[in-house]
């Protein structure tokens, strides 16, 4: 093999990679809608409680993502939440920059004060990973610890 055939070759093998990580961003880019929310009913501060559990029930029904070309993203829950996103594979990576508005220096700034909105800021980070499904038909964003049921989303559009 000569040196024009081997550099056309390596040229080839970096194309197909790249339409392969535009395909997954393709998948990924457009709106997405909660499909299913992991039971909290065992939740610490849920348990028995009919008012945190009706507010996750109608949380759940508005729940939404959408991706943009531009590698940002928003995101609806109970408050809005936008920011950055990266894919890698079937991972995706969510980096929040604002939240209600806020942008996050302005939120860990006024968590700064007190003492448990810090804790709690620093045990649920607003940074997130979720699993793209092969299809690109399903978003399964991944528990914080770990443990348990994850939230999944499927695309709306």
Known sequence: MNLSMAASAVSIVGALSLVGCGN????LTGKWKIKSMPDLSNAQGVQGNAMAQSVLQSMSKSMAIEFKPDKHYTMTMIIPIDG??????NTVTMKATKMAGMDMAQ???MAASNPQAQASLDKN???????LSDDGKTLTVNSKNGSGSA???????
Do not use: L, V
């Open 24 to 27: 997954k961003e393709a998948q």
């Open 84 to 89: 950055d996103w990266s894919i890698s594979g």
């Open 107 to 109: 939120i860990k700034k």
């Open 125 to 131: 980070s607003t940074d997130m990973t979720a699993s």
């Open 151 to 157: 939230m999944t989303f499927e695309k709306a559009s």
